[in-house]
């Protein structure tokens, strides 16, 4: 994500029913390859969706899996017990009570899942957009989606991740999945969305929209009056803009061309992009400079603010992290290909820094950032990128471009770490760097 200003942070409100999960002994990630079934229709003006979805799994893991959670993301935007995401009529599992401020849903499942056992849970969903111009709102007759799905929670070697909704940064930590979406809707709005979509007529002024995604961390959507224009890159990759009415003609042009030859720049540094198409969607009334979502991504018209989502197509997208508890992995390294891309080369990055305390560092979490708001962007976004220019420059532009385009192809799809990305740079080069790592607070 990029922020353009950081307006508000409820640190209460994000930190209510957080709880310390229980440890669990088998550091494995799961439940794994997640498999989520959705059909959801829209009233007249895509603002209300109501349906159902289910979520197949596997437990990857030695330990017995008792239960899973859902994540219900964008109840952080309403007012818990009152939210904008409602779950009913579970199967599969018995649910508990809303956690973590609403955002978080205990299934306990019939029996223990034991390694390589598979399970399922549905349930009806209704999801109402609230009004902002904002990863999940409505500017007017434009609806965001953004994290509006129920996901799986991630248990690891840590327990489970309950971690809070942040709206600095993100929360979100996810295993690549499947998605399977059908959409339908008024004819009268086009719905940009993760994955490759193929419209069909639905009853009577009706457009049934099916997005079919694999291998992606989450889905989002759009639903509104767009204007669409369509390109292609030299690559073959499908590039969609879609504006509001606001966005000129020539703004979308540009934002086209920007998307057409980012995308390229990127896959030529850190692998081809795996997926058919990406859709752009642009207004400028965004209070942030962009988010990003796996093929989908906001923006205001910024051509720095685009090449840096697109970015985070491959540093977040396809190389996974955990966003709430290491934002550098996909932010730091994001901007570090917006560098690249527009050729530079962060000569001049340490002018005017400043360390707030012994306690601010780069690898900080959200929990960090979310107490020390005004400091995440300059941290985490220009300070980590230019730790990323000074580890190119100490052990030169070869290797780094080296290392970081084998470090994608080994965690494609996979999940990145800080302690994996230290252990990859250090293979990658015979300089010592650990005074490199402790100099940039990493």
Same mark, same amino acid.
């Given at each position: 994500?990029?922020?353009?200003?950081?307006?508000?942070?409820?640190?209460?409100?994000?930190?209510?029913?957080?709880?310390?999960?229980?440890?669990?002994?088998?550091?494995?990630?799961?439940?794994?390859?997640?498999?989520?079934?959705?059909?959801?229709?829209?009233?007249?003006?895509?603002?209300?969706?109501?349906?159902?979805?289910?979520?197949?799994?596997?437990?990857?893991?030695?330990?017995?899996?008792?239960?899973?959670?859902?994540?219900?993301?964008?109840?952080?935007?309403?007012?818990?017990?009152?939210?904008?995401?409602?779950?009913?009529?579970?199967?599969?599992?018995? *649910?508990?009570?809303?956690?973590?401020?609403?955002?978080?849903?205990?299934?306990?499942?019939?029996?223990?899942?034991?390694?390589?056992?598979?399970?399922?849970?549905?349930?009806?969903?209704?999801?109402?957009? *609230?009004? $902002?111009?904002?990863?999940?709102?409505?500017?007017?007759?434009?609806?965001?989606? $953004?994290?509006?799905?129920?996901?799986?929670?991630?248990?690891?070697?840590?327990?489970?991740?309950?971690?809070?909704?942040?709206?600095?940064? &993100?929360?979100?930590?996810?295993?690549?999945?499947?998605?399977?979406?059908?959409?339908?809707?008024?004819?009268?709005?086009?719905?940009?969305?993760?994955?490759?979509?193929?419209?069909?007529? $639905?009853?009577?002024?009706?457009?049934?929209?099916?997005?079919?995604?694999?291998?992606?961390? &989450?889905?989002?959507?759009?639903?509104?009056?767009?204007?669409?224009?369509?390109?292609?890159?030299?690559?073959?990759?499908?590039?969609?803009?879609?504006?509001?009415?606001?966005?000129?003609?020539?703004?979308?042009? %540009?934002?086209?061309?920007?998307?057409?030859? %980012?995308?390229?720049?990127?896959?030529?540094?850190?692998?081809?992009?795996?997926?058919?198409?990406?859709?752009?969607?642009?207004?400028?009334?965004? @209070?942030?400079?962009?988010?990003?979502?796996?093929?989908?991504?906001?923006?205001?018209?910024?051509?720095?603010?685009?090449?840096?989502?697109?970015?985070?197509?491959?540093?977040?997208?396809?190389?996974?992290?955990? &966003?709430?508890?290491?934002?550098?992995?996909?932010?730091?390294?994001?901007?570090?290909?917006?560098?690249?891309?527009?050729?530079? %080369?962060?000569?001049?990055?340490?002018?005017?820094?400043?360390?707030?305390?012994?306690? &601010?560092?780069?690898?900080? %979490?959200?929990?960090?950032?979310d107490a020390h708001p005004s400091r995440y962007s300059t941290v985490v976004y220009t300070y980590g990128k230019c730790a990323l220019h000074d580890l190119r420059r100490l052990i030169g532009?070869?290797?780094?471009?080296?290392?970081?385009?084998?470090?994608?192809?080994?965690? @494609?799809?996979?999940?990145?770490?800080?302690?994996?990305?230290?252990?990859?740079?250090?293979?990658?080069?015979?300089?010592?760097?650990?005074?490199?790592?402790?100099?940039?607070?990493?």
């Open positions: 994500m990029i922020r353009r200003m950081l307006t508000f942070c409820a640190i209460v409100a994000l930190l209510a029913g957080l709880s310390t999960p229980a440890l669990a002994a088998d550091a494995t990630r799961t439940p794994g390859s997640p498999s989520y079934t959705v059909t959801l229709t829209s009233d007249s003006s895509g603002t209300t969706w109501t349906g159902h979805e289910s979520v197949s799994f596997t437990n990857l893991s030695a330990d017995p899996l008792n239960e899973v959670y859902l994540r219900l993301w964008d109840n952080f935007h309403g007012s818990c017990p009152s939210t904008p995401i409602t779950v009913t009529n579970v199967t599969g599992g018995t *649910p508990s009570p809303l956690t973590v401020a609403c955002t978080a849903l205990k299934i306990t499942l019939p029996a223990p899942l034991a390694q390589g056992q598979n399970g399922s849970v549905g349930f009806d969903l209704s999801i109402v957009v *609230p009004s $902002g111009a904002d990863r999940f709102g409505h500017d007017g007759a434009y609806n965001f989606i $953004g994290n509006a799905l129920p996901v799986l929670a991630v248990r690891d070697g840590a327990g489970w991740h309950l971690d809070p909704y942040t709206n600095n940064g &993100e929360s979100f930590y996810q295993l690549a999945s499947d998605y399977n979406v059908t959409l339908d809707h008024p004819s009268s709005l086009l719905v940009p969305a993760t994955g490759t979509s193929v419209d069909t007529p $639905g009853s009577a002024g009706r457009t049934i929209t099916t997005a079919t995604a694999t291998h992606v961390r &989450e889905f989002a959507w759009a639903a509104g009056p767009f204007t669409k224009t369509t390109g292609t890159t030299s690559t073959g990759v499908t590039v969609n803009v879609f504006r509001v009415s606001g966005v000129s003609s020539s703004s979308a042009t %540009s934002m086209m061309n920007t998307a057409k030859n %980012s995308l390229v720049a990127h896959a030529d540094r850190f692998g081809a992009y795996p997926y058919d198409e990406v859709d752009v969607v642009l207004d400028n009334n965004f @209070w942030f400079g962009g988010m990003e979502y796996p093929g989908f991504v906001l923006d205001v018209v910024s051509s720095t603010a685009l090449a840096h989502e697109l970015a985070h197509q491959w540093w977040y997208g396809i190389v996974g992290d955990d &966003e709430y508890n290491t934002p550098w992995l996909d932010e730091s390294f994001a901007d570090y290909a917006t560098d690249l891309y527009r050729g530079v %080369s962060g000569t001049n990055c340490w002018n005017s820094v400043s360390w707030q305390s012994s306690a &601010e560092k780069i690898s900080n %979490s959200m929990a960090y950032w532009t070869s290797t780094m471009q080296t290392l970081l385009h084998d470090y994608a192809a080994s965690h @494609w799809y996979g999940i990145s770490t800080v302690a994996d990305f230290k252990a990859a740079a250090q293979a990658a080069t015979t300089v010592d760097l650990s005074s490199f790592w402790t100099t940039h607070r990493i």
